[in-house]
């Protein structure tokens, strides 16, 4: 017998599976940025990519672009946010693979990136967007 899980079943066990692998896939993020849009999800997307390459193409919904050329200046606000699901992306994941390890150390507890970067990602994206705020103004 099957059994079929509410959104809300399949957020919550989505949300555990990341903060275990540290990984998500495209489809999810897909499925969690439906759900954010619905009001039922809460993470921070953020692209670790260069000025230049977010500006070329960004995932639609994310909240904050962070360079890891610039990362090391955003610490202290991003340390505030260590215990809230942070989802992170680059053009192929080798940027982020490494990022999350080094978040994992400094005690991040739901840190993951996105499997195959933005290269995989099929979900909405935004060619020319303006640049999200600085991490220090997000709310």
């Known amino acids: 017998m099957f059994t079929f899980q509410t959104e809300d079943d399949r957020m919550i066990q ?26 039922k999800a809460e993470f921070l997307l953020i692209d670790i990519r260069e000025i230049t390459e977010y500006s070329a193409l960004c995932i639609k919904g994310t909240d904050v672009l962070l360079p890891t050329s610039t990362i090391h200046l955003a610490m202290d606000e991003l340390t505030k946010r260590k215990n809230s699901l942070i989802i992170l992306y680059c053009y192929s994941s080798s940027r982020t693979f490494q990022m999350v390890h080094i978040l994992k150390r400094m005690g991040f507890t739901k840190i993951a990136h996105l499997d195959g970067g933005i290269m995989e990602y099929r979900g909405e994206k935004l060619k020319n967007a303006p640049l999200p705020p600085n991490i220090t103004c997000k709310g």
């Open 14 to 39: 989505l949300v555990q599976n990341v903060s275990k692998s540290h990984e998500i896939s495209a489809e999810e993020l897909q499925f969690l940025l439906a759900c954010r849009a619905k009001g």
